[in-house]
């Protein structure tokens, strides 16, 4: 099996520095396209499958040195009591919004193989189909992330009913978010034992606070999650997996992340991977941190800024390359697999 990204992800030595995409599997994709005409998102997620074949499109197609799970992290939302839905308009919508001490003692903290299935199901079809080719990346929502999307009932521009709860009924949202944190944890440990060999937790929404807030309210909790997971590891005698935490925005709160345990940090391209590293303590493996728009510069622009990541990231004991968040529906396929090919060639030792 090509294990480049494992072993990065752990700080050992590398042939050359592994990559993977964020949203790699998706709508800038025909192929991903010619599956979605036949059914919606949703039901793309549920069907183990179809989940599965979509998976594996980018690996087959870019060359990319780790697969990640097709699903998306308000799954876990609605198993925990909530209805969701897709729309091609407005993007995802959680319903009724958990604002209110009613609705939130109404949420369950949900077995994820009985809720859940279709996802172990599509990770253990993933394995079978991956053997002697590349890792699969299980994933899921950070606490605080999750809760955005629960309490504003969607996507939101400035967060105005999430940051209200937290300031003005903090007990509330301290319940809201012990109880996605432990749906969470249980989520990410099923996973781990359907055979997922990496975990990604995904906080996008994290960098809309000042440092001191990121710590109170979102990162204590990944913090109680990465530790958990950790001890369970350890008694389940399972090999360590390792866990990345990525930040939607990580330029004002790196100092915070280096403290979350995480074995790999994500950057976004706010900053340079080369001061993020120094201000991650300079002993942490790190992912990223390409612009994800720069995949519409011409390729030979596109290369310098590849050579750029790559020399600033050197310094680290490991280098996942990705972009600083997913790749955008309009990029072009031929840039995104003459990427792969740039890291590849230009990290390769000799
Ligand atoms: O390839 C992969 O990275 C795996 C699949 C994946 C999806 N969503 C598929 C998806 C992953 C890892 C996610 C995570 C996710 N979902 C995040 C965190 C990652 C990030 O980008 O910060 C967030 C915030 C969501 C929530 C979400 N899902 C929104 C806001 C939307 C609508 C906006 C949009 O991009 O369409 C989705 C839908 C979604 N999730 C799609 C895909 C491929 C598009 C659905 C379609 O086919 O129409």
Redesign the pocket.
């Known amino acids: 099996m090509n294990d480049t990204f494992l072993k990065a992800c752990r700080g050992e030595e590398v042939p050359y520095t592994p990559i993977w995409i ?6 800038y994709l025909d192929q991903y396209q010619n599956v ?1 005409k036949k059914v919606d ?1 949703l039901t793309l997620c549920k069907t183990p499958d179809l989940a599965a074949e979509v998976t594996i499109q980018p690996v087959d197609i870019l060359n990319v040195d780790a697969a ?7 799954i876990p939302c609605e198993a925990m009591g909530m209805n969701l839905e ?1 729309q091609e308009s407005s ?2 919508v959680l319903s009724p919004a958990a604002r209110d001490k009613n609705s939130i003692d109404g949420l369950s903290v949900p077995d994820p193989e009985d809720k859940m299935k279709f996802v172990m199901d599509t990770i253990r079809i993933l394995r079978k189909e991956l053997t002697g080719r590349v890792p699969l990346i299980g ?1 899921a ?1 950070a606490p605080f ?1 999750t809760a955005t999307y629960m309490i504003e009932g969607g ?1 939101s521009k400035n967060f105005l009913n999430t940051k209200r709860m937290i300031y003005e009924n903090p007990d509330l949202y301290k319940s809201l978010m012990d109880k996605i944190t432990a749906a969470i944890t249980g989520y990410l440990k099923a996973q781990v034992s359907a055979g997922a060999q990496a975990v990604q937790i ?1 906080d ?1 929404w994290g960098g809309i606070f000042s440092p001191g807030d990121f710590r109170e309210y979102a990162l204590s909790y990944v913090i109680k999650i990465i530790e958990e997971l950790k001890k369970w590891m350890k008694t389940e005698n399972h090999e360590h997996v390792p866990i990345i935490y990525f930040v ?1 925005e990580t330029a004002g709160i790196l100092e915070e992340i280096r403290t979350s345990g995480a074995d790999v940090c994500g950057v976004d391209w706010r900053i340079n991977i080369d001061d993020a590293i120094k201000r991650l303590g300079g002993d942490v493996v790190v992912q990223g941190n390409l612009d994800p728009l720069s995949l519409f510069l011409p390729q030979d622009r596109i290369e310098e800024r590849v050579k750029d990541v790559l020399s600033r990231a050197s310094s680290a004991p490991g280098h996942i390359f990705n972009l600083g ?2 790749v955008v529906p309009q990029t072009p396929p031929d840039n995104v697999i003459a990427l792969v090919e740039m890291v590849h060639r230009l990290s390769k030792k000799q």
Do not use: W, Y
């Open positions: 964020m949203r790699q599997a998706g709508r979605r998102f990640i799970l097709f699903s998306d992290i308000l897709f993007g995802p994933f929502g992330t996507t995904f996008t939607g968040h997913g």
